[in-house]
């Protein structure tokens, strides 16, 4: 496969679903690749909290590195101009927390709609 790791870990974040053998040909490739326990979950990890940004781009072909660089820099703007915002009303401790909360919620529901590609039968 001719394809950045990126790339095929972004396939479960676009915005369709793949069927069973589709899904373990990715699998299948990432293990060849070496992309197993720790590094995989941090890969995923990376990708989640970015590619959540999905739901409003709504790119059904590719998502890939550069995706998620953008999808990060979303995430410092926003996350961080909120909690600026709140810093500036509340107090530091105020925004921390929401910057922090921000990024949990906006982390789990990358994970969650990762889950939403696989085709249901």
Do not use: P
């Amino acid at each position: 496969m001719d394809r950045s790791t990126f790339s095929i870990i972004g396939d479960r974040y676009l915005d369709t679903q793949h069927d069973d053998t589709y899904i373990e040909s990715l699998e299948s490739e990432l293990r060849h690749r070496g992309v197993t326990g720790f590094y995989r979950w941090f890969l995923e990890y990376i990708a989640a909290s970015s590619l959540w940004w999905n739901i409003l781009w709504w790119d059904w072909c590719d998502l890939n590195e550069k995706d998620i660089k953008v999808g990060w820099v979303q995430n410092l703007v926003v996350f961080g101009l909120s909690a600026l915002v709140l810093t500036f009303i509340f107090n530091l401790y105020v925004g921390f927390v929401v910057f922090l909360a921000l990024h949990f919620l906006t982390t789990w529901l990358g994970f969650w709609l990762r889950a939403g590609t696989k085709l249901n039968k």
